[in-house]
């Protein structure tokens, strides 16, 4: 079993940043990649980015391009996500994923195993 756990949520004006973590423990040795999603009021949950836990290779969706950068320190299991120029758009619940299988990446929820419970961004106009 994988546990993640997701931090740095919270209230920032438009054209703000923030910075969210993923820690993984447990067996955080079986990780192939880890991916951010959102979900936002009234909408399915949507990919962001993923990045592969050996090489560093990152993928991001159309939204994310330029604003967002996807990151990970290995020696402390864990996956960064830094916004910046938040619009009030992005307001979602962000949830982090580990994925252990061999593809990369994986823009479907379903192809996850493990998820952390979710950190609230909410952007302000």
């Known amino acids: 079993q994988v546990q993640l756990v997701e931090s740095g949520g919270g209230l920032v004006q438009a054209g703000g940043s923030l910075r969210l973590s993923c820690a993984a423990s447990?067996?955080?040795?079986?990780?192939?990649?880890m991916g951010w999603f959102r979900q936002a009021p009234d909408q399915e949950r949507e990919f962001v980015a993923a990045i592969r836990w050996s090489g560093g290779n990152t993928y991001y969706a159309d939204s994310a391009k330029g604003r967002f950068t996807i990151s990970r320190d290995n020696a402390k299991n864990t996956v960064y996500l830094q916004m910046n120029s938040l619009k009030p758009e992005d307001t979602a619940v962000y949830s982090c994923?580990?994925?252990?299988?061999?593809?990369?990446?994986?823009?479907?929820?379903?192809?996850?195993?493990?998820w952390g419970q979710g950190t609230q961004v909410t952007v302000s106009s």
């Open positions: 994923a580990a994925d252990r299988g061999y593809g990369f990446p994986m823009l479907h929820e379903a192809e996850y195993d493990y």
């Open positions: 447990g067996r955080a040795f079986s990780i192939y990649a």
